[in-house]
């Protein structure tokens, strides 16, 4: 039987989208006869915005035995002096810029967020007692990094499994960044190579970081998709409602295009009641300027608009919607959301609107579940389709390819890991 230690800032009971990645490992490995553990950070549950993801949790250490895997859960930690010169002081804004840029540079990256600070000297010492075949380390925070060399030195095979890059605009077509961020990604691509020479492997969730992290490390690298929890949409019922109802759930970012979709929900409402129509924007509040250009632009009557919400309550959002909707990201390869494969699980029709001309449109032509609309005149003429199907009690998906749902399921892609750690 192997033995895998996965070092993981984010787990539950956080609940933002990193967790659920290494949340779905610890819970499938054993069925590939892999003994887990996972070392990670104390969370509340209750943590929505970025000041409650640096914000420190001072609990002690504890150790949690589950039926499949077993976790240590440590205080977080914050290096001193990046707390002072994150402040507002006069000193801390004279000199912050010129610390951060030599922590930088010695490779102390994502300061604010220090999972080497808070788990070496644990891991040291844990290691001393116990044998491992091969530890994972699931970044950001790239900081953590350094700890591939801990683990090297222990003869233990080390996959580093990238979430996102440290800069993802890297991935828009004909990118042409300015001197500053051409410094910042010289900096960051010098430290990769420099921590994952010594990596067994690397996963990665989309195929285009391939392209970037070639140019830091030469062994392989392999894509483990996020997926779907399909024992949680199992569990969750579907709400039935009287209304058509139109949702987009989960984060919107500024620089998605919202016009498509919105210029298209206009034309679609002319002649529409809000007696039969509702138009749900779940989580958007996380971002002010977004919430209300949609409060702003679409008649109010129509409108909900939510704070972000823990992951059962979005599988029932998705679930409950008549229609789901995504801008993709045009102009970008390979930027897809955790949300689109929750979309595609659902059995829902999704509109993608703009299309991303990319992994999006590929993912929603090959699942057989949706359609890609680049124009506010087409995106309305397919709702009003949908839209009238469902008036008349018609299914809108009808032939969705459910062997191509089911792989890109959280738990086949675990599988997928474990059989790459079986083979190391």
């Known amino acids: 039987m192997k033995k895998v230690l996965i070092v993981s800032y984010y787990f539950p009971p956080n609940t933002g989208?990193?967790?659920?990645?290494?949340?779905?490992?610890?819970?499938?490995?054993?069925?590939?006869?892999?003994?887990?553990?996972?070392?990670?950070?104390?969370?509340?549950?209750?943590?929505?915005?970025?000041?409650?993801?640096?914000?420190?949790?001072?609990?002690?250490?504890t150790e949690i035995n589950n039926e499949h895997y077993r976790v240590y859960s440590l205080p977080s930690k914050r290096n001193k002096w990046s707390v002072f010169f994150s402040g507002?002081?006069?000193?801390?804004?004279?000199?912050?810029?010129?610390?951060?840029?030599?922590?930088?540079?010695?490779?102390?990256?994502?300061?604010?967020?220090?999972?080497?600070?808070?788990?070496?000297?644990?891991?040291?010492?844990?290691?001393?007692?116990?044998?491992?075949?091969?530890?994972?380390?699931?970044?950001?925070?790239?900081?953590?990094?350094?700890?591939?060399?801990?683990?090297?030195?222990h003869n233990i095979k080390v996959i580093v499994d990238v979430r996102d890059l440290w800069n993802n605009m890297m991935l828009t077509n004909n990118y042409q960044p300015g001197i500053q961020q051409q410094f910042w990604d010289k900096v960051y691509s010098f430290h990769f190579k420099r921590w994952m020479k010594n990596a067994s492997r690397v996963s990665v969730i989309t195929p285009s970081f391939i392209d970037v992290l070639v140019k830091s490390y030469k062994g392989p690298i392999d894509v483990i998709y996020n997926g779907y929890e399909g024992y949680i949409f199992n569990q969750v019922e579907k709400v039935k409602t009287n209304k058509f109802i139109f949702s987009v759930v989960g984060s919107i970012y500024p620089e998605q295009d919202m016009s498509v979709m919105l210029d298209g929900l206009k034309l679609f409402?002319?002649?529409?009641?809000?007696?039969?129509?509702?138009?749900?924007?779940?989580?958007?509040?996380?971002?002010?300027?977004?919430?209300?250009?949609?409060?702003?632009?679409?008649?109010?009557?129509?409108?909900?608009?939510?704070?972000?919400?823990?992951?059962?309550?979005?599988?029932?959002?998705?679930?409950?919607?008549?229609?789901?909707?995504?801008?993709?990201?045009?102009?970008?390869?390979?930027?897809?959301?955790?949300?689109?494969?929750?979309?595609?699980?659902?059995?829902?029709?999704?509109?993608?609107?703009?299309?991303?001309?990319?992994?999006?449109?590929?993912?929603?032509?090959?699942t057989k579940t949706g359609e890609s609309v680049f124009s506010a005149l087409d995106f309305a003429d397919v709702l009003n389709r949908w839209y009238n199907m469902w008036e008349e009690n018609q299914d809108i998906v009808i032939d969705r390819n459910s062997e191509v749902v089911q792989y890109y399921s959280r738990e086949n892609q675990a599988m997928a890991l474990a059989d790459i750690i079986n083979e190391l």
């Open 88 to 153: 507002k002081g006069k000193v801390a804004m004279l000199f912050g810029n010129f610390y951060f840029l030599l922590t930088a540079l010695y490779g102390k990256l994502n300061t604010e967020i220090d999972g080497t600070l808070a788990f070496k000297d644990f891991i040291i010492e844990h290691l001393k007692q116990n044998k491992y075949d091969v530890a994972i380390i699931t970044v950001p925070p790239f900081n953590m990094l350094q700890m591939v060399d801990l683990f090297y030195k």
């Open 17 to 61: 989208a990193p967790a659920w990645r290494p949340f779905s490992w610890v819970n499938n490995f054993h069925k590939k006869g892999i003994d887990t553990t996972i070392i990670t950070r104390h969370w509340t549950g209750n943590e929505n915005t970025w000041d409650d993801f640096v914000r420190p949790n001072t609990t002690p250490l």
């Open 269 to 366: 409402l002319q002649d529409k009641s809000s007696n039969k129509i509702q138009l749900r924007f779940i989580g958007l509040n996380i971002i002010p300027a977004l919430s209300q250009q949609v409060k702003r632009e679409l008649p109010s009557s129509f409108v909900y608009v939510s704070d972000r919400v823990s992951k059962e309550e979005a599988i029932k959002e998705t679930k409950m919607a008549t229609v789901l909707s995504y801008p993709g990201w045009l102009g970008t390869k390979g930027i897809i959301s955790t949300k689109i494969f929750d979309y595609i699980a659902s059995g829902n029709p999704i509109l993608i609107a703009p299309g991303d001309k990319d992994i999006i449109d590929d993912l929603v032509v090959k």
